[in-house]
């Protein structure tokens, strides 16, 4: 008889995320309470502006991803901008299992790690400019662009070993890396745990859809210097057809798998500008 090797460990990151971006919109508010109620105008502008930073949101882990971004001065307080998001997209429904003895995890029903790609353009209007040496720099954002869908596939390794009837191993141990297909591996006390996202990301899969976002960002810093700033909005992609995330989980595929996504998102970020 085999011996049950895996205990049941939920994922709750989802909800972490959620309580960590509730923080700091609170934060955010009365930042941006203080600075309208500052007042703040000053004629010295900036004409560009490289930032850099990571994302959270309530599609990813406890770390969605990176962006970077680079603003233009157009006229006035108009500014445009080119950036880059690169983000994990995970699934609610994914369940986490852990082997008792060697630590190792796997994802119950997961089919593929789903990254984005997001190049954007944009417009960013300045609501409120901060002092020289105090203050907060309050902005309105809105975006658009391509979404690259990179798909990777699931890898577990998978116990092919044959055992006795007391579960004791008969001959050398099997064990095999394999994309994880919960309609073939059906017994989960033989998964090790996965085998890692480089394995399956060497064997890439591409979808093209397209997203917006608009959010507000509020920016600390001197002028012509370096400047720290925090960005919180909403964000919308679509794709031609359903990314294949998880499968075999008991729950309709129309709910599991989606071609659309929205998300909240909280950005922090640092840069310089000149």
């Keep these: 008889m085999l011996v049950k090797l895996l205990t049941f460990k939920e ?6 995320v959620r309580r960590i971006f509730t923080a700091f919109c609170l934060f955010i508010f009365l930042s941006g309470t203080a600075a309208m109620a500052q007042g703040l ?9 490289f930032t850099y930073g990571l994302n959270f ?5 406890l770390l969605g991803g990176a962006m970077v971004k680079q603003v233009y001065l157009m ?4 500014y445009q901008f080119w950036g880059l998001e690169a983000v ?6 994914e369940v986490q299992y852990q082997n008792r003895y060697t630590g190792s995890t796997f994802v119950k029903g997961k089919r593929n790690y789903f990254f984005a790609l997001r190049p954007n353009y944009g417009r960013e209007y ?43 191993p008969i001959g050398p141990v099997d064990v095999r890396a394999e994309p994880y297909d919960p309609n073939i591996h059906t017994d989960l006390n033989r998964i090790v745990g996965g085998s890692g996202v480089f394995t399956g990301l060497s064997e890439p899969s591409f979808k093209v859809g397209a997203h917006v976002k608009a959010g507000v960002s509020f920016e600390y810093g001197r002028y012509m210097e370096s400047v720290t700033g925090i960005e919180v909005g909403m964000l919308y992609e679509m794709f031609p057809s359903r990314i294949i995330i998880v499968q075999g989980t008991g729950v309709d595929e129309g709910v599991k798998n989606q071609n659309r996504f929205f998300s909240l998102y909280l950005t922090l970020y640092y840069g310089h500008r000149r």
């Design 41 to 49: 105008e000053e004629d010295e502008s900036y004409t560009r502006e």
């Design 75 to 78: 006229q006035g307080k108009w």
């Design 126 to 168: 300045t609501f409120f400019k901060k002092a020289a040496e105090s203050g907060v720099q309050v902005n309105g954002i809105f975006a658009a662009g391509p979404s690259i869908a990179v798909l990777g596939p699931y890898y577990i390794d998978y116990n092919y070993t044959r055992l006795d009837r007391n579960g004791q």
């Design 88 to 93: 994990e997209v995970k699934h609610p429904k």
């Design 57 to 61: 949101n309530t599609n990813g882990g």
């Design 11 to 16: 994922n709750n990151s989802f909800s972490t």
